[in-house]
């Protein structure tokens, strides 16, 4: 992570490469259990964009003022703090999503992939590219949702943000926990797969928070 | 009024668990399972944790953010009470109880970015619990998460003698397992209307 990665590199290695979800499995919690429908997984993974984008940022302007021995108190500091703006202004304008997934948008200050960018990408590196990681993690985030969202709503409510594609409810067991961790146990699965037979990856997901 | 206290302890360990109904605690959930001793140990420290948690957290909402309207700074006192908490705690058990530090000290540090120990005093803030009610949260959200742990560790050990496909080693396995076990739990709703 040298000052000299191009800013595109940066950005595309935050959706792929490093995905926060499908590939380190970090902060796994609340985002499995926002995306029963594509709109709310839309509006999590904006949220996120926006804590991450804003924290690394925040990070990155004061990391000359941090005393080394408080930093990690400080990043959550800042972290719950662009958590509770985030959290005002989506009660305030989506007051109905907000009180399905109110909870989990507050949850989002303990998300480990928010303080461990902090920590080894925004504390050593200038305004720009921490700007930019920031901002590919966060799509990578919310592409990740998106894309969770898209295939339990459709299997499970025959439905792609809130409007009926399908006559019937195939499985309705997917917009329920159960669908939700199978939708991610086999999602992980087969982007693994993709990745060994299409890119000749290692195709493993490590464990974390 | 005992009712009520016990009706939330057992909706917050069967129906509503954290982990399988409530998708929280997957941070831990998946790192301490893959041995039992981790998971028993695990679930020790959290439910002691949870439950002092709630307190103070109850304690401080109730008496200094409501007096002074401090409710919208809920997620950064919570967040820093947790934080100084497990500090407090960590130094506490290495000087006053250091073989119990040495077996079950490695948990504390992980408990802090769990996301039940933050949603437990969100939840009793949010649903302006009592004292016991909140308690009651606590303890049972510890028990839910016990359960939990320990189920998916005796799993998990068998598991390393299956025969998994490359693609599913690891994680995706252990969530389609968590989902079969989410099924099952699907059986306990509807048991007491909250």
Redesign the interface.
């Known amino acids: 992570m040298s000052n000299n990665a191009s800013l595109g590199t940066l950005l595309k290695n935050g959706i792929f490469g490093e995905n926060p979800v499908f590939r380190l499995?970090l902060?796994?919690?609340?985002a499995?259990?926002v995306t029963s429908g594509v709109k709310n997984g839309f509006l999590m993974g904006v949220a996120v964009l926006f804590v991450m984008t804003m924290t690394n940022v925040t990070v990155s302007l004061l990391r000359n003022f941090i005393n080394p021995k408080v930093r990690i108190?400080s990043y959550?500091?800042i972290t719950?703090?662009w958590?509770?703006v985030i959290?005002?202004v989506m009660s305030a304008y989506q007051r109905a999503v907000y009180k399905e997934m109110?909870?989990y948008i507050?949850?989002i200050?303990?998300f480990?992939i928010i303080?461990s960018r902090a920590e080894m990408f925004a504390s050593k590196n200038t305004l720009l590219p921490s700007f930019v990681d920031g901002v590919g993690m966060g799509l990578g985030f919310l592409l990740s949702l998106m894309l969770l969202g898209v295939f339990r709503e459709f299997l499970g409510k025959g439905s792609f943000w809130g409007t009926q594609v399908l006559p019937a409810k195939p499985l309705l067991?997917m917009i329920?926990?159960?669908?939700?961790?199978?939708a991610?146990?086999?999602m992980?699965?087969?982007l693994?797969?993709i990745d060994?037979k299409f890119f000749g990856g290692a195709?493993?997901?490590?464990?974390?928070? | 009024m005992w009712q009520h206290v016990l009706t939330i302890f057992i909706a917050s360990a069967l129906i509503n668990n954290f982990v399988f109904s409530r998708y929280l605690g997957l941070c831990i959930f998946f790192g301490v399972t893959k041995r039992m001793e981790t998971a028993i140990g695990m679930s020790f420290t959290f439910t002691a944790v949870m439950l002092v948690e709630a307190v103070l957290n109850w304690l401080i909402y109730n008496y200094v953010m409501i007096p002074y309207s401090l409710g919208f700074l809920k997620i950064v006192i919570f967040i820093g009470t947790v934080a100084a908490f497990v500090q407090a705690a960590d130094t506490m058990m290495k000087k006053v109880a250091p073989a119990l530090y040495y077996k079950l000290g490695i948990y504390l540090a992980l408990i802090v970015t769990n996301c039940i120990i933050l949603a437990v005093p969100l939840l009793n803030a949010d649903e302006n619990y009592t004292l016991f009610e909140s308690m009651a949260l606590a303890l049972g959200s510890g028990l839910g998460f016990s359960m939990a742990l320990i189920i998916m560790a005796s799993i998990r050990e068998k598991l390393e003698l299956a025969d998994v496909p490359k693609s599913f080693q690891g994680l995706p396995i252990s969530f389609v397992l968590t989902g079969l076990i989410a099924l099952a739990f699907l059986g306990f709703s509807g048991m007491i209307t909250l």
């Open positions: 499995a902060s796994l919690c609340p499995v259990a108190p959550v500091f719950a703090t958590v509770t959290d005002q109110g909870l507050m949850l200050v303990a480990a303080l067991i329920m926990p159960t669908g939700g961790f199978f991610m146990g086999l992980m699965g087969w693994n797969w060994r195709g493993a997901s490590s464990g974390g928070h």
